[in-house]
């Protein structure tokens, strides 16, 4: 299902309809996340900067509002994502991200991806998290207006320091 067909679903839902901040929130991240190929369900995050709050709407077989939570951030406000700049849905930025992975780092066998459409640092983006089975993380962030790769980076999870007892 596309991105757009996504947020549709959610603004035509009962619980979005009867949720009393739909006005002043606005939407700032679309998750979800794959285990060995199965695509989970859809969490499009809607942030109330009055109530400093995080509501989440869940996409499975209905749509449902999970509890309002607090927010993780950096900067005083969450950029909000502009659907009409989404030029690139998640499929096609997760075959970019994919063959780009493949490329540079074709040793890197992963099992879990973490998908994530954001605006981060005035940049809207598709931010691809990529979880290996030696537990390396390789993070690919894909521009969702042009498909470019704008960043990539790989880390390991944990560090051991094998010469210690």
């Known amino acids: 299902m596309k991105i757009k067909n996504i947020i549709k679903q959610v603004q035509s839902s009962k619980p979005y309809q009867e949720w009393e901040q739909k006005k002043t929130a606005k939407l700032t991240h ?26 989440v ?3 499975a077989e209905k749509v449902r509002k999970l509890p309002q939570d607090d927010v993780l951030k950096k900067s005083d406000s969450l950029d909000s994502l502009n ?13 970019k991200a994919k063959e780009f992975k493949s490329n540079k780092y074709p040793k890197l066998i992963t099992n879990k ?24 993380v390789l993070n690919i962030k894909v521009n ?10 790989l880390k390991a999870l944990f560090s051991f320091d094998k010469g210690k007892k």
Do not use: C, P
Not at 30 to 55: A, E
Not at 118 to 126: A, D, E, K, V
């Open 144 to 153: 969702s207006k042009t498909g470019e790769i704008i960043e990539d980076s």
């Open 30 to 55: 679309i998750f979800n996340s794959m285990d060995n190929r199965k695509l989970g369900d859809w969490q499009l995050g809607h942030y109330n900067k009055k109530t400093d709050k995080i509501t």
């Open 83 to 95: 659907i009409n700049d989404v030029k690139i849905d998640f499929l096609d930025a997760l075959e």
């Open 113 to 136: 991806t973490i998908i994530i459409l954001q605006n981060l640092n005035n940049r809207q983006l598709w931010n691809l998290t990529f979880v290996g089975q030696s537990l390396d």
């Open 57 to 59: 709407f869940e996409v």
